[in-house]
């Protein structure tokens, strides 16, 4: 079947431009997560859904950064007034829901390089 | 607060020959999942193994076994047989809710592991 699919792979803007990364999840998966990978590191959490509402965003960074995931099936993250230090790649995750083991299965991730 | 620490940046390990990698984690929670993820220079992350902490016998998914000790807050990954496909970014990771509403991952800086012919 059909994993996780992010679209675009790449992704290269200037400073101060507005971008839009999308995450398509395994169908039925309910749970959807947003992580951010930097150069040398392991991924950091971003934001949570379960279903449409955003459940944990504690990760954002700031006030930039916002997702959506309006019928509980493709989500989007949104980056304004982008930043050098934004350049990462994100990478999304979709799991079952809430009682099952909580694997979660990624995504090719995008790179973003913010110039 | 909870955290995941890797200690090996980078492992050498000869095909055919086990490797260990090292994972120590903390956190406060009683109920807590671990993990353990391939990431290849391609990028994906690949699920390899699972460990809950109620779970009272160390995981095992084919060549990989988790090798649980709750009383150290370890939770080491061991590859047997290794293979020149193996060699790839390893990531320990935990989620502080187990099986629950959340599930966010927290994530250690992994280890490179490389595997000669």
């Known amino acids: 079947g059909a994993g996780v699919s992010q679209t675009p792979s790449n992704k290269v803007t200037e400073k101060g431009k507005y971008v839009e990364l999308r995450c398509d999840p395994i169908?039925?998966?309910?749970?959807l997560y947003w992580y951010r990978q930097s150069l040398g590191q392991g991924p950091e959490f971003l934001i949570y859904?379960?279903?449409?509402?955003?459940?944990?965003d504690s990760g954002l960074p700031n006030d930039r950064f916002f997702a959506v995931r309006p019928e509980g099936s493709v989500s989007t993250l949104k980056i304004q007034r982008t930043e050098r230090g934004d350049s990462a790649v994100y990478l999304c995750a979709s799991s079952l829901g809430i009682g099952f083991v909580a694997e979660q299965f990624f995504g090719p991730g995008t790179r973003l390089t913010v110039l | 607060a909870q955290k995941i620490t890797q200690t090996q940046p980078g492992m050498f390990v000869q095909e055919k020959e086990a490797v260990t990698l090292d994972c120590t984690y903390d956190t406060s929670d009683q109920s807590y999942g671990l993990f353990w993820y391939k990431q290849p220079s391609s990028g994906e992350m690949i699920f390899l193994i699972y460990q809950g902490s109620y779970d009272e016998q160390n995981a095992t998914e084919g060549r990989y076994s988790l090798n649980f000790q709750k009383a150290r807050k370890s939770a080491n990954l061991v590859i047997s047989a290794s293979q020149l496909g193996d060699s790839a970014m390893y990531f320990c990771?935990?989620?502080?809710?187990?099986?629950?509403?959340?599930?966010?991952?927290?994530f250690g800086k992994g280890t490179k592991l490389s595997v000669k012919p």
């Open positions: 990771a935990m989620s502080d809710d187990y099986g629950g509403s959340q599930g966010n991952l927290i």
């Open positions: 169908s039925g998966h309910t749970a």
């Open positions: 859904f379960q279903g449409t509402g955003a459940a944990d």
